[in-house]
């Protein structure tokens, strides 16, 4: 088993948010590009934060490399605005289990010119002393 090292200097105020985190070398390679039946991804906020976006930002290696690759300016993520516009409907803050903020969690709704519509985003950001702590650009 491989070990992956995540580089912090944010010990002194977050203890649980770990330094090394295992990685079974060959995990990914057992997918053989589809997950298992019955394969649901389902995290719960904490395990988002601590295990995908953190890792993503510091540029360490997800759980799981089955995750598509996109440049930003491959979508288009901008409707134009006589087709509808996104709403921010609402903001809160994780918290891990040793009561620590580590996100903040918004969520968007997608209203199109006749109104509210299924579509919804959820997003997830680290605090800004996430950044500075991390020395993170």
């Not at 330094?19 to 990914?28: A, F, K, L, S, T």
């Amino acid at each position: 088993m491989a070990m992956v090292e995540v580089e912090k200097n944010y010990e002194d105020v977050h203890q649980n948010w770990g330094h090394r985190i295992p990685v079974e070398e060959d995990y990914c390679q057992d997918w053989h590009n589809q997950p298992p039946v019955g394969f649901r991804f389902l995290p719960t906020p904490e395990e988002l934060v601590k295990q995908y976006l953190i890792k993503k930002v510091l540029g360490n290696p997800l759980p799981v490399s089955d995750f598509l690759e996109v440049e930003e300016a491959e979508f288009y993520t901008t409707p134009p605005m006589s087709c509808g516009s996104w709403k921010l409907r609402k903001t809160r803050e994780i918290f891990d289990t040793m009561g620590n903020k580590i996100a903040f969690k918004s969520y968007f709704v997608y209203y199109s010119k006749l109104g509210k519509t299924q579509w919804r985003i959820d997003e997830f950001r680290l605090p800004a002393e996430f950044y500075k702590d991390f020395k993170v650009k």
